[in-house]
């Protein structure tokens, strides 16, 4: 068939595939291949599946094509885009590798090279690069190599000999009559002799000086200088600077205030200054030389470029402003370096700092950051101080509010009064009147904005947490404010907090859902969803739509970083090569993608439990890709919310993924999957190493009543399976322990249902318990022989020692445990529907009721009414359960 048929189908399929309608496109290429069974077709149904999830399938297609050594370029191209998708990039390399190597041509040789950059394989990106070079002479490939060699040598200083190899061929690409000096190549030499140690860096930043900018320059100049002429590194900073004098040429890169305030104390030495002695006079010239100055006059002329700044640039504004606010800020800076280098004593804290901090907060409390950028400031103060620095603005805190001007100075007030832990029950009453008023005065929010008095908010939910425990009034006042700025990010979080301490997992994920996580949040925010999904287990949809939500997201930044890296070899940015590697390394490695992993395949043999062979097979690929725990990462941002978090408070530790916040636990679950499925592919050595495994994991657990019973049971379930095939000795010996641990486990009585932790053991037992044993069951009744019957007075009887009898007798009583816990949570149910009419009533709170359209009764019936659907979730499961192991033994 000619190649313009072929390309046509496969562009019917793209344009599917562009519309993502997946199903029809796999319908549509299995057609095309049953008619036209062409490699393109195939190479683009892996495409397909790979776009649909299905990754494994996908692998499998492309390893069948690749098997042929393909040495077309239009298909290596549609296989290696696969690959790139699955994060194989090393399978592309050694697709072109292999074309290359019999057709070394310039653009087959291009795609090598990019397929070992996508890989992050240095050296040999680095043989390519230079073979390129020799083949075609192109500069761009001689440059490439130096690139990868500086890499290995900056990854492992044992590669360090690769420098002296670098240079010599450096030199030898700059002969090359297509060579221009750029930006590029001026960055790329000196990350080069700044890892042989900086010889030729001062000259080639000089010769070059127009190739950077003068921040980059001046910072640049001041590390290499630090070692050898410490003052002439110091007027490297000043040169940087005195930048910020004028409008014009202000950077305020506030690292270099930090990294000129550390550099001059640490080359003054030990010494001891006053208070007094740092209020000196304006000099003559800000940021001039300090060769000749004696160790104090270093510190005290220091102190006044940073001071004086503010005084010497003029205008009105944003820029100026921010100059003038930075200045203020590395002014505190000082002083707190030098009282933590006791150069100056502490008795010099409360005259130097109350009055700047007062200045600070009076100048800029507009700015919804003034606090924060307090922060570091504010915690060295001891804390019989608070008050009088509080005292100190009172003024802003408006008696009469009319314009929104007045409302920033407020919401500022508020949250220091906060930070500093002075806000009590007491201040309840006018915290409401400021929002109530803050309301009719301050327009509603644009998308992506918050109101400027939402701070408070946090601020008066964090107060009636105090007094109201059951955290109902605390969650009215939260969801309120949510409803007149929905955009509110900090509130999210916030509720999301507190619905997990009451037990609401649907208004968890339905918030968690409105955050509009994007890319990398999935990381980094994903734990605060995960845990409550994860340990309920009754939000198949949503947690599928996570899962998926992730898995996209690492399919398509391993798309995303292969290309930046090749746009970064491109400029010769070497950093940026650097930082990718290391992104791909913390998001390959990460913890939270290796439970989503493992929690898709459960969802996938859940959705499939009546036959869960299949889905078990097709998984068996997650299992080579699981880690060791030490090679994890976890990227979990667990300071979303610092801004609310009163100074020196304690921070506590919660648990980021719920029950398996215990690592033990996951590799439980991942060893029982390994067991199920070596024991069902008859690979029995392998599936009696795995129970092994299994049974050490299981007898190290650390006391943690019903999660460790109930992973134990799972590996005595595990462990009569296996015995199956041993006969029937060992069978009947297994099912005895697991009757005798069942026989305790009801002899004990049941749970208590009356906490949202106890509620989540209870689903435990039924959810993962039972999900485990139903698999379990189901693939040791696959291995059961048929009943031999003989006959005894005309009846046909089983046999004494008939596996499937003891086997049966276990699964009925296991069945009758499952029961007992439905009825125990039912009867659970009925008095809990009976006390909430009484209980309504005790929880109205009219501090928060004074604000119209706050209802704490309906707040408090909602979490009632979700508790209850947990309840019934967990009966459901049951029954579920019940029904699915009584249906495969019928």
Known sequence: MSSAVIERKIRQVYDLLDNKQFKKALKLVNSHIQKTPHPMLQAVKALVLQRSGEDEESLQILE????????????????????????????????????????????????????????????????????????????????????????????????????????????????????????????????????????????????????????????????????????????????????????????????SYIKYINFVVELAGELSVEAADLEIERPA?????????SKEMIIKTCYANLKYTRKEINGTSSIVRNVKRTSRLAELQMIKVLLEKRIL????????????????????????????????????LPIDWYEELLNLILPLNHEAIENVNQLRSIATYWKLKYRLNLCTQQNLPELIRIYKTSLSIESDPKKGEHRIIDPLVIIISRILQQADTSLVSSIAILEFGLSKSPFNYFFKLELIDLYKKVGAAKSIVNTYNTLDIKSVQHESLGHLAFEEMNDWKFFSNEFSEECVSMLNFHRYSMIDIAESTQQAYRNHTIEQIVDFYSFRNRITNSLYFQLIKLTNLILKIQSSINDPWNTLKSGVGIFDAFLERGNLIDNSDTKVLSEYKI???????????????????????????KFAYKFQNNE?????EELLKLKSKVESLAQSPILNEGYTFLYLLSEAVSNIKAGFDPLKESISKLMEFVNRFKSEGFLNFSSPEELKKTAFII???????????????????????????????????????????FVNEF??????????????????EAEKSQNETEIKNNLIDEIEGISVSSTFMKIKVEKAEIVRAIINEAEKVIITITNSFK
């Open 64 to 255: 069948e094509l690749a098997a042929e050594k393909p040495n077309d370029l239009s298909l290596l191209d549609i296989m290696c885009l696969t690959y790139k998708c699955l994060g194989r990039s090393d399978r592309s390399a050694y697709l072109y590798s292999e074309m290359f190597n019999t057709q070394p041509r310039k653009e087959v040789g291009a795609l090598l090279f990019n397929a070992y950059a996508s890989a992050f394989n240095f050296p040999q990106q680095q043989a390519v690069a230079l073979k390129l070079f020799k083949l075609f002479g192109d500069v761009y490939y001689g440059l490439i190599a130096v690139t990868s060699m500086c890499i290995q040598a900056y990854l492992d200083p044992a590669q360090k000999k690769l420098l002296d190899i670098a240079t010599l061929f450096f030199q030898k690409v700059r002969t090359n009559p297509e060579f221009i000096m750029g930006p590029p190549m001026l960055k790329l030499e000196l990350f080069m002799e700044e890892l042989k140690g900086g010889g030729k860096s001062l000259q080639l930043l000089d010769e070059f000086s127009a190739f950077l900018d003068p921040g980059e320059r001046l910072m640049r100049k001041a590390k290499i200088l630090a070692e050898s002429d410490k003052f002439a590194a110091i007027d490297c900073y000043h040169e940087l600077l005195k930048l910020n004098l004028n409008e014009g040429t202000a950077l305020m890169n506030w690292e």
């Open 285 to 293: 010239e800000l940021f001039s030389s300090m060769r000749e100055l």
């Open 345 to 380: 004593e502490e008795n010099n804290k409360k005259q130097l700092l109350f009055p700047r901090l007062h200045k600070y907060i009076r100048k800029f409390n507009d700015i919804p950051s003034t606090i924060e950028d307090i922060k570091l400031f504010l915690e060295i």
């Open 647 to 673: 100074l020196h408070s304690i921070e506590e530790k919660g648990q980021l993924f719920g029950r398996w916040s215990n690592f033990d636990y996951v590799e439980i679950e991942q060893m029982i999957l």
């Open 684 to 688: 029995g050595a392998s599936a009696d």
């Open 767 to 809: 959810a993962t318990v039972g999900f485990f044993s139903i698999l379990l069951l189901k693939l040791g009744n696959l291995s059961l022989p048929n009943s031999p019957a003989k006959k005894k007075k005309g009846k046909s009887e089983p046999p004494a020692n008939d596996l499937k009898l003891i086997f049966m007798e």
């Open 815 to 832: 069945v009758q445990m499952i029961s007992d816990i439905k009825r125990n949570i039912s009867e659970f149910l009925i008095n809990e």
